[in-house]
Protein backbone atom coordinates (compact mmCIF):
# COMPACT_ATOMS: atom_id res chain seq x y z
CA UNK A 1 0.00 0.00 0.00
CA UNK A 2 1.94 3.14 -1.64
CA UNK A 3 -0.79 5.56 -0.12
CA UNK A 4 -2.34 8.50 -2.25
CA UNK A 5 -0.37 10.36 -4.51
CA UNK A 6 0.08 13.56 -6.31
CA UNK A 7 1.50 14.99 -9.05
CA UNK A 8 2.94 17.58 -8.69
CA UNK A 9 3.62 19.06 -5.41
CA UNK A 10 4.38 22.53 -6.49
CA UNK A 11 3.32 24.02 -9.73
CA UNK A 12 4.12 27.71 -10.05
CA UNK A 13 1.73 29.59 -13.18
CA UNK A 14 0.95 32.93 -14.54
CA UNK A 15 -1.89 34.05 -14.56
CA UNK A 16 -4.56 32.72 -17.36
CA UNK A 17 -2.45 29.71 -18.46
CA UNK A 18 -4.02 25.85 -17.91
CA UNK A 19 -2.83 23.91 -14.94
CA UNK A 20 -3.23 19.92 -14.99
CA UNK A 21 -2.80 18.01 -11.37
CA UNK A 22 -2.95 14.33 -10.91
CA UNK A 23 -3.93 12.19 -8.00
CA UNK A 24 -3.06 8.27 -7.88
CA UNK A 25 -5.66 7.04 -4.66
CA UNK A 26 -5.00 3.80 -2.71
CA UNK A 27 -5.63 0.94 -5.50
CA UNK A 28 -8.96 -0.87 -3.72
CA UNK A 29 -10.47 2.33 -3.19
CA UNK A 30 -13.06 3.29 -5.12
CA UNK A 31 -13.97 6.80 -4.19
CA UNK A 32 -11.87 9.71 -5.01
CA UNK A 33 -12.02 12.77 -3.26
CA UNK A 34 -10.73 16.67 -4.11
CA UNK A 35 -10.78 19.46 -1.73
CA UNK A 36 -9.09 22.53 -1.72
CA UNK A 37 -7.34 24.41 0.95
CA UNK A 38 -6.52 28.16 1.53
CA UNK A 39 -4.01 29.50 3.86
CA UNK A 40 -5.53 29.48 7.20
CA UNK A 41 -8.79 27.67 6.48
CA UNK A 42 -9.47 24.20 6.46
CA UNK A 43 -9.74 22.28 3.35
CA UNK A 44 -13.16 22.57 1.36
CA UNK A 45 -14.73 20.10 -0.82
CA UNK A 46 -14.73 20.64 -4.37
CA UNK A 47 -15.99 16.93 -5.90
CA UNK A 48 -16.00 13.11 -6.06
CA UNK A 49 -15.84 10.02 -8.00
CA UNK A 50 -17.13 6.59 -7.16
CA UNK A 51 -15.60 4.66 -9.70
CA UNK A 52 -15.40 6.63 -13.21
CA UNK A 53 -18.48 8.23 -12.04
CA UNK A 54 -18.66 12.05 -10.49
CA UNK A 55 -21.33 11.94 -8.34
CA UNK A 56 -20.91 15.82 -7.02
CA UNK A 57 -19.92 19.00 -7.11
CA UNK A 58 -18.94 21.90 -5.11
CA UNK A 59 -20.65 25.24 -6.28
CA UNK A 60 -17.05 26.54 -5.26
CA UNK A 61 -15.86 24.09 -8.69
CA UNK A 62 -16.27 27.02 -11.16
CA UNK A 63 -16.84 25.93 -15.21
CA UNK A 64 -12.94 26.88 -15.32
CA UNK A 65 -12.26 23.52 -12.93
CA UNK A 66 -13.03 20.12 -14.81
CA UNK A 67 -12.18 16.46 -12.60
CA UNK A 68 -12.05 13.50 -14.47
CA UNK A 69 -11.80 9.93 -13.67
CA UNK A 70 -11.42 8.32 -16.60
CA UNK A 71 -10.90 4.34 -15.94
CA UNK A 72 -12.03 4.45 -12.29
CA UNK A 73 -8.08 4.95 -10.80
CA UNK A 74 -6.17 8.14 -11.00
CA UNK A 75 -8.19 11.33 -11.50
CA UNK A 76 -7.14 14.67 -12.83
CA UNK A 77 -7.95 18.19 -11.88
CA UNK A 78 -7.65 20.79 -14.60
CA UNK A 79 -7.97 24.33 -14.02
CA UNK A 80 -8.29 26.50 -16.88
CA UNK A 81 -7.27 30.54 -17.42
CA UNK A 82 -5.98 30.23 -14.05
CA UNK A 83 -6.81 33.28 -11.75
CA UNK A 84 -4.74 34.49 -8.76
CA UNK A 85 -7.70 33.34 -6.52
CA UNK A 86 -6.61 30.13 -7.34
CA UNK A 87 -3.67 29.64 -5.46
CA UNK A 88 -4.28 27.21 -2.58
CA UNK A 89 -3.32 23.47 -1.77
CA UNK A 90 -5.07 20.98 -4.08
CA UNK A 91 -5.97 17.77 -1.81
CA UNK A 92 -7.08 14.33 -3.15
CA UNK A 93 -8.45 11.80 -0.89
CA UNK A 94 -9.47 8.37 -1.36
CA UNK A 95 -11.74 5.66 0.43
CA UNK A 96 -13.81 2.26 0.41
CA UNK A 97 -17.69 3.20 -0.15
CA UNK A 98 -17.87 3.75 3.56
CA UNK A 99 -14.46 4.00 5.10
CA UNK A 100 -12.28 6.98 6.14
CA UNK A 101 -10.33 9.14 3.80
CA UNK A 102 -7.16 9.07 3.26
CA UNK A 103 -5.36 12.12 1.77
CA UNK A 104 -2.08 12.50 -0.43
CA UNK A 105 0.59 15.62 0.41
CA UNK A 106 -1.49 17.97 -1.97
CA UNK A 107 -0.45 20.26 -4.72
CA UNK A 108 0.35 23.35 -3.98
CA UNK A 109 -0.48 25.72 -6.81
CA UNK A 110 0.54 29.81 -7.10
CA UNK A 111 -0.58 31.74 -9.62
CA UNK A 112 1.33 35.03 -10.28
CA UNK B 1 -26.10 23.28 6.71
CA UNK B 2 -23.61 21.24 9.24
CA UNK B 3 -20.45 23.58 10.40
CA UNK B 4 -17.65 22.54 12.36
CA UNK B 5 -16.15 25.47 14.90
CA UNK B 6 -12.51 25.30 16.22
CA UNK B 7 -12.30 28.33 18.53
CA UNK B 8 -8.73 28.19 19.54
CA UNK B 9 -6.39 29.55 16.25
CA UNK B 10 -3.11 29.03 18.00
CA UNK B 11 -2.69 26.84 21.00
CA UNK B 12 0.55 27.14 22.96
CA UNK B 13 1.90 24.29 25.48
CA UNK B 14 5.06 22.95 27.10
CA UNK B 15 6.66 19.52 26.35
CA UNK B 16 4.97 17.17 29.00
CA UNK B 17 2.40 19.32 29.31
CA UNK B 18 -1.38 17.58 28.54
CA UNK B 19 -2.99 19.33 25.75
CA UNK B 20 -6.96 19.84 24.83
CA UNK B 21 -8.33 20.92 21.44
CA UNK B 22 -11.76 21.93 21.29
CA UNK B 23 -14.31 21.03 18.29
CA UNK B 24 -18.13 22.08 17.96
CA UNK B 25 -20.26 20.79 15.46
CA UNK B 26 -23.56 21.47 14.48
CA UNK B 27 -26.26 19.29 12.86
CA UNK B 28 -29.29 17.63 14.18
CA UNK B 29 -28.43 14.00 14.04
CA UNK B 30 -25.05 12.72 15.06
CA UNK B 31 -22.74 12.80 12.29
CA UNK B 32 -19.22 10.72 11.79
CA UNK B 33 -16.40 13.25 13.48
CA UNK B 34 -12.60 12.74 12.65
CA UNK B 35 -9.76 14.80 14.07
CA UNK B 36 -6.37 14.79 11.19
CA UNK B 37 -3.54 16.53 11.85
CA UNK B 38 -1.71 18.41 8.75
CA UNK B 39 2.21 18.60 9.03
CA UNK B 40 4.03 22.22 7.27
CA UNK B 41 3.82 21.06 3.33
CA UNK B 42 1.97 18.08 4.13
CA UNK B 43 -0.91 15.94 3.87
CA UNK B 44 -3.63 15.12 6.21
CA UNK B 45 -2.95 12.38 8.57
CA UNK B 46 -6.02 10.63 10.71
CA UNK B 47 -5.87 10.63 13.97
CA UNK B 48 -9.00 9.43 14.88
CA UNK B 49 -12.57 8.89 14.63
CA UNK B 50 -16.03 8.41 15.65
CA UNK B 51 -18.69 6.63 14.32
CA UNK B 52 -20.84 4.83 17.28
CA UNK B 53 -20.38 3.04 20.43
CA UNK B 54 -18.21 4.04 23.28
CA UNK B 55 -17.69 7.60 23.19
CA UNK B 56 -14.10 8.14 24.23
CA UNK B 57 -12.05 6.80 21.10
CA UNK B 58 -8.18 6.17 21.32
CA UNK B 59 -6.07 7.21 18.05
CA UNK B 60 -2.58 7.33 17.21
CA UNK B 61 0.48 9.00 18.52
CA UNK B 62 -0.99 8.81 21.98
CA UNK B 63 -4.59 11.27 21.29
CA UNK B 64 -7.91 10.45 22.41
CA UNK B 65 -11.32 12.02 21.85
CA UNK B 66 -14.58 12.38 23.80
CA UNK B 67 -17.88 12.80 21.91
CA UNK B 68 -20.23 14.72 24.25
CA UNK B 69 -24.19 15.18 22.41
CA UNK B 70 -24.99 17.26 24.83
CA UNK B 71 -22.54 19.58 24.04
CA UNK B 72 -21.92 18.95 20.42
CA UNK B 73 -18.60 18.78 21.05
CA UNK B 74 -15.34 16.03 20.25
CA UNK B 75 -12.74 17.35 21.64
CA UNK B 76 -8.72 16.01 21.37
CA UNK B 77 -6.59 15.43 24.46
CA UNK B 78 -3.28 13.82 25.13
CA UNK B 79 -1.78 13.55 28.59
CA UNK B 80 1.68 14.51 27.53
CA UNK B 81 2.44 16.25 24.51
CA UNK B 82 5.93 15.74 22.79
CA UNK B 83 7.68 18.17 20.63
CA UNK B 84 6.70 16.11 17.27
CA UNK B 85 3.01 17.31 17.93
CA UNK B 86 3.83 20.47 16.92
CA UNK B 87 1.23 20.89 13.68
CA UNK B 88 -2.09 21.94 12.32
CA UNK B 89 -5.22 20.18 13.51
CA UNK B 90 -8.52 19.83 12.19
CA UNK B 91 -12.22 18.63 13.54
CA UNK B 92 -13.70 17.36 10.39
CA UNK B 93 -17.30 15.69 10.21
CA UNK B 94 -19.39 13.55 7.68
CA UNK B 95 -22.46 13.45 7.09
CA UNK B 96 -24.18 10.39 5.76
CA UNK B 97 -26.68 11.51 2.90
CA UNK B 98 -26.93 8.25 1.38
CA UNK B 99 -24.20 10.18 -1.16
CA UNK B 100 -20.28 10.92 -0.66
CA UNK B 101 -19.08 10.76 2.46
CA UNK B 102 -17.42 14.66 2.18
CA UNK B 103 -15.99 16.26 4.83
CA UNK B 104 -16.32 19.26 6.34
CA UNK B 105 -13.55 21.06 8.60
CA UNK B 106 -13.02 23.33 10.69
CA UNK B 107 -10.33 26.37 10.33
CA UNK B 108 -7.82 24.33 12.49
CA UNK B 109 -5.91 24.84 15.39
CA UNK B 110 -2.12 25.44 15.08
CA UNK B 111 0.08 23.85 17.84
CA UNK B 112 3.62 25.43 18.89
CA UNK B 113 5.22 23.13 21.55
CA UNK B 114 7.85 25.00 23.79
CA UNK B 115 10.50 22.97 24.82
Known amino acids: DTGVSQDPRHKITKRGQNVTFRCDPI?????LYWYRQTLGQGPEFLTY????????KSRLLSDRFSAERPKGSFSTLEIQRTEQGDSAMYLCASSLLEGEQYFGPGTRLTVT | AQSVTQPDIHITVSEGASLELRCNYS??????LFWYVQSPGQGLQLLLKYFSGDTLVQGIKGFEAEFKRSQSSFNLRKPSVHWSDAAEYFC?????????????FGTGTQLKVEL
Open chain 1, 49 to 56: FQNEAQLE
Open chain 2, 92 to 104: AVVILTGGGNKLT
Open chain 2, 27 to 32: YGATPY
Open chain 1, 27 to 31: SEHNR
